[in-house]
């Protein structure tokens, strides 16, 4: 089992910057796959990114494609999400979550069985 905690949510004028953190506590984080999905007010949670457990292959949602960078550290047991060219758009609540790897690739909320509590983005015009 891992437990997850994000950080790094704030405020950003549109065209800034953040980079979000989801640091992991538990067994064997590099065996995980890790992703960061996203939730508006009165919206789904939409997949944004994810990467595999060794960090060499990652997946993007089409809307953040060429912006977003997702990345991993499996000695800090850390996952990034470093944003740029921030739109309004892009505000809502960040997770990040993870799922045992098994080789497969994962984009939807129901096949991540754990998550951190969420940081809030928010993108002013």
């Known amino acids: 089992q891992v437990q997850l905690v994000e950080s790094g949510g704030g405020l950003v004028q549109a065209g800034g910057s953040l980079r979000l953190s989801c640091a992991a506590s538990g067994r064997a984080f590099s065996t995980y796959r890790m992703a960061w999905f996203r939730q508006a007010p009165g919206k789904e949670r939409e997949f944004v990114a994810a990467?595999?457990?060794?960090?060499?292959?990652?997946y993007y949602a089409d809307s953040v494609k060429g912006r977003f960078t997702i990345s991993r550290d499996n000695v800090k047991n850390t996952v990034y999400l470093q944003m740029n060219s921030l739109k309004p758009e892009d505000t809502a609540v960040y997770y990040c979550?993870?799922?045992?790897?098994?080789?497969?690739?994962?984009?939807?909320?129901?096949?991540?069985?754990?998550w951190g509590q969420g940081t809030q983005v928010t993108v002013s015009s």
């Open positions: 979550a993870a799922r045992y790897s098994d080789g497969n690739v994962y984009f939807t909320r129901a096949e991540y069985p754990y």
């Open positions: 990467i595999n457990s060794s960090g060499g292959r990652t």
